[in-house]
């Protein structure tokens, strides 16, 4: 009897044991989720593409990182005013989607910045409106919580020029913007250089940019506080992306919507910074 018991009690034993074996084997092979949190209307970073699918310049980066990392890729589409209860709730991963860090440094982790930016107005392409100041008197449209309400409300940017517009309105993506725009209902939209240019180039000879921007600014991808070394890890990643030649090819397939490689900031030179 002792035996038979002593005998059940090596086979528990190695059973437990094989079991917590394949455990940590499973939890090993298992890759890292990466979900990228975007605004589905923010082309040329993040949009719906014909067959239904999402693509544009961020998410194609941020698929081409997760493949390097051996993390399972997933784009989310967000709303752009509920990214951090997303991203604090664990429901994304990281904000990438042209989204700028400047003013923002203290709420997130940070990768280095990748993109260069500018904050401009655009304006239809027979209005009167050709500098700023005849912005006065005027409305002006932007979207909610974005990087140009952000620098026409700051007192040190440019929200003496905004106080002159007869309102400055919020909306919930850029394409109702443009839409407001063309038939008449504002007079400008604010917003990312590359934004306007993807307009632009999508209704040619409709709009035109005031030469004088609001102001400069960098991307970058937003990740959790204390996040930090999937923070890093990613800028590394872009920084091998770059000096392989992904990166200029990618910004030359969407050329066309705004994107340009003179304006990608994270060389192989940052490596060690």
Same mark, same amino acid.
């Given at each position: 009897?002792?035996?038979l018991k ?6 528990a ?5 094989a ?15 990466? +979900? =990228?949190?975007f !605004? ?6 993040g949009?719906? #593409?014909?067959?239904?699918?999402? @693509?544009?310049? $961020? ?27 997303q991203l604090?709730?664990g429901a ?6 042209g ?14 910045p990748?993109?260069?930016n500018?904050?401009?107005? +655009? =304006?239809?392409? !027979? ?8 912005? #006065?008197?005027?409305?002006?449209? @932007?979207?909610? $919580?974005?990087a ?12 003496s020029l905004?106080d002159?517009?007869a309102?400055?309105?919020t ?14 209902m ?6 990312d250089?590359?934004?306007?240019a ?36 990613v800028?590394e ?15 030359e ?12 900031t ?8």
């Amino acid at each position: 009897m002792k035996k038979l018991k002593t005998l059940l009690a090596a086979t528990a034993s190695l059973l437990l044991s094989a079991g917590m074996l394949s455990a940590c084997s499973s939890s090993e092979n298992k890759a890292e989720e990466f +979900v =990228v949190g975007f !605004d589905q209307e923010y082309p040329p970073y993040g949009y719906v #593409a014909n067959d239904g699918s999402y @693509t544009g310049f $961020d998410l194609e980066l941020a698929q081409e990182v997760a493949k390097r990392n051996n993390w399972t890729y997933k784009a989310t589409p967000i709303d752009w005013d509920a990214k951090d209860a997303q991203l604090n709730s664990g429901a994304i991963t990281a904000i990438w989607n042209g989204f700028t860090m400047e003013g923002r440094e203290g709420q997130y982790a940070f990768s280095q910045p990748y993109m260069l930016n500018e904050q401009v107005i +655009v =304006v239809k392409a !027979d209005s009167a409106i050709k500098e700023l100041n005849a912005l #006065a008197g005027k409305n002006v449209i @932007t979207q909610a $919580d974005s990087a140009a309400l952000n620098v026409l409300q700051d007192a040190e940017g440019k929200k003496s020029l905004a106080d002159t517009f007869a309102k400055l309105e919020t909306i919930g993506d850029y394409n109702n913007a443009f839409m407001q725009l063309e038939s008449g209902m504002v007079d400008a939209v604010a917003c990312d250089s590359s934004i306007a240019a993807y307009q632009m180039s999508a209704n040619e000879g409709k709009y035109v940019i005031i030469e004088e921007p609001l102001s400069s600014e960098h991307y970058a991808v937003g990740f959790k506080k204390g996040d930090d070394e999937r923070a890093k890890k990613v800028t590394e990643t872009l920084i091998q992306l770059d000096s392989e030649g992904f990166v200029k090819k990618l910004c030359e397939k969407y050329a066309d919507q705004g994107i340009s490689y003179n304006n990608w900031t994270l060389k192989k030179t940052d490596a060690n910074s």
